[in-house]
């Protein structure tokens, strides 16, 4: 029981967290309005969190210019989806043992 | 207490890796509705073939080669209206869809499920333009129907796993409207018409009817 606890991310616990790792680990990349959007939280908030998971080298950050708009973008790292793997493995495992 | 939100956290990230990837919008009734349109097309065209053919003795050269002009623009007009009609009712249906969820109709994958299945479908487009203009008419039906049939199934990652069976099913029906040449009218009401209508009625008891 504790070998499981111990892949319980602290990062991933946080509902945006784990949004935006979830929306990461199915797509290339994800914009900042996109997250935005699908997550439905304000500027601010996600700006915060997206901070903590790059913290953790588990996204990274590419900021770049589309035309004249500045245009923020997300790619989880090969580290971040290793992680966030094992954390659903984990979470599946304290389900299927209660 | 602690398991229940373990669990909320499967069905969340479950919930938004297929909500970020998939268009899950998309109309299950608008496929019935495309179908009952291609039948109906398929229907006034065959009203306009057999005459062509009783007509289409060698006795004149000119003459037949104006009718067969005409059909033609017919045909392609019935197909046009076909195509239109069912583009709109894909998209009003598919929006009201959307605003129900509370989803977006135009978001990221809206946009790579179009672009998607566009590139098959606009190359047998204009494929089948090409073949017109050179006159290989035998071959329109089948190049329309395999290349919707690659459409759909390219475009299936990005919606419904329904839809990819859509297109496998379309692909052997325009394999064997190939091998059967003559019956282009007949494979294209069952692709477009029938098999819209199977797929679209599935859709529809599986995701909508609620």
Not at chain 2, 139 to 167: E, M, Q
Request: hydrophobic share 45%; aromatic share 10%; glycine share 8%.
């Amino acid at each position: 029981m504790k070998t499981i606890i111990q892949n319980i991310n602290k990062a991933f616990d946080h509902r945006i967290r784990l949004g935006i790792m979830s929306v990461l680990m199915v797509n290339e990349s994800a914009d900042f309005n996109m997250l935005k959007e699908l997550l439905g939280v304000t500027d601010g908030n996600l700006a915060s969190h997206t901070k903590a998971l790059e913290a953790e080298n588990y996204i990274q950050i590419e900021k770049q210019f589309i035309g004249k708009k500045p245009n923020t973008r997300y790619i989880a790292t090969q580290d971040g989806k290793k992680a966030f793997k094992d954390h659903i493995d984990a979470l599946e495992k304290l389900i299927s043992k209660s | 207490m602690e398991t229940k939100d373990y669990l909320k956290d499967i069905q969340d990230i479950k919930q938004m890796m297929s909500k970020s990837s998939q268009f899950l919008s998309l109309s299950g009734l608008s496929g019935i509705l495309a179908g009952i349109y291609a039948l109906i097309g398929a229907y006034i065209a065959n009203t306009i073939l057999p005459s062509y053919n009783k007509l289409g003795g060698r006795l004149e050269q000119g003459a037949l080669t104006l009718n067969e002009q005409e059909i033609t623009i017919k045909l392609l007009l019935i197909a046009i209206a076909v195509i239109v009609l069912s583009i709109i009712t894909g998209f009003v249906l598919s929006s009201s869809k959307a605003k129900k969820q509370g989803e977006r109709l135009w978001n990221d994958s809206s946009k790579r499920l179009l672009i998607n299945f566009g590139i098959p479908l606009n190359t047998g487009g204009i494929f089948a333009l090409i073949l017109l203009q050179k006159e290989y008419y035998g071959l329109i039906a089948p190049i329309t129907l395999l290349f919707y049939g690659l459409g759909c199934v390219n475009a299936s990652k990005h919606t419904f796993r329904d839809v990819r069976y859509l297109g496998l099913t379309l692909i052997v029906i325009g394999l064997f409207a190939t091998y059967y040449t003559g019956y282009g009218l007949l494979f294209w009401a069952l692709g477009f018409g029938v098999c819209h209508i199977l797929y679209g009625s599935i859709m529809y008891f599986k995701y909508e009817r609620n």
